[in-house]
């Protein structure tokens, strides 16, 4: 399912994984898959935190790795937690 509205020219985008799965376990999950995201409650500084994770794409050295990242969160998102 694509996002509502496509970034355009950001570095990171958000996920909200669609079962109501913990991000602190799908964060888990993902970091023993090799696909390191970071759970959102750490940005939310003055306001309740709500259940994403952020994937970071800065640091991409070519479409292969983000599509590589991505089968691994995707690998990681099938574990059972």
Request: charge should be positive; hydrophobic fraction near 40%.
């Given at each position: 399912?694509?996002?509502?509205?496509?970034p355009?020219?950001?570095?990171?985008?958000?996920?909200?994984?669609?079962?109501?799965?913990y991000a602190?376990?799908?964060?888990?999950?993902?970091?023993?898959?090799?696909a390191?995201?970071?759970?959102?409650?750490?940005?939310?500084?003055?306001?309740?935190p709500?259940?994403?994770?952020?994937?970071?794409?800065a640091?991409a050295?070519s479409?292969?790795?983000?599509?590589?990242?991505?089968?691994?969160?995707?690998r990681?998102y099938?574990?059972?937690?």
């Amino acid at each position: 399912m694509l996002p509502a509205r496509l970034p355009y020219g950001c570095y990171h985008l958000w996920l909200r994984p669609p079962d109501g799965r913990y991000a602190a376990a799908l964060t888990a999950d993902a970091l023993r898959a090799a696909a390191a995201v970071t759970p959102c409650r750490t940005y939310f500084t003055a306001e309740a935190p709500a259940p994403h994770v952020r994937l970071s794409y800065a640091r991409a050295d070519s479409p292969e790795r983000l599509a590589e990242g991505a089968q691994r969160l995707h690998r990681a998102y099938g574990q059972d937690g």
